[in-house]
């Protein structure tokens, strides 16, 4: 399983977020993680995405509310892709902290940047 939210072009670092893992669905611990109704503020369908600049730019707002968590709910979330990532998969030392901060830095890039951006998961 491969997730990759891209900020085009892509540049290596703030524009670039890939994780992968073994048996467990990246995209499906995050959205455990938020719940459901959170998981409905973010942008495409299952994690599967495609922006242009002004998309970007008006999907920002509602990403930033779902991902920028802090104290209590950060650390439910963090530990809710813990217990996803070592139930389902094989990877106790996922970096859950990554899974919650990359997607939103790529938008941010992108806003910032003027560029669109991509997210696609990948079984395989």
Do not use: C, N
Not at 61 to 78: F, K, M, N, Q, S
């Amino acid at each position: 399983m491969t997730r990759s939210w891209i900020s085009f072009p892509p540049d290596i670092g703030e524009g670039l977020f890939v994780v992968t893992a073994r048996k467990a669905d990246p995209f499906s611990a995050l959205a455990y993680a938020l719940g459901p109704d959170a998981t409905l503020r973010l942008p495409g369908r299952f994690g599967d995405f495609l922006l242009d600049a002004e998309q970007v730019r008006a999907e920002l707002p509602a990403v930033e509310e779902t991902l920028v968590l802090t104290g209590t709910p950060r650390r439910d979330a963090i530990e809710r892709i813990h217990a996803w990532m070592t139930g389902l998969g094989d990877d106790p030392a996922h970096d859950a902290d990554e899974l919650l901060d990359g997607p939103l830095r790529v938008l941010r890039h992108a806003a910032r940047t003027g560029h669109g951006a991509a997210g696609q998961v990948r079984w395989y």
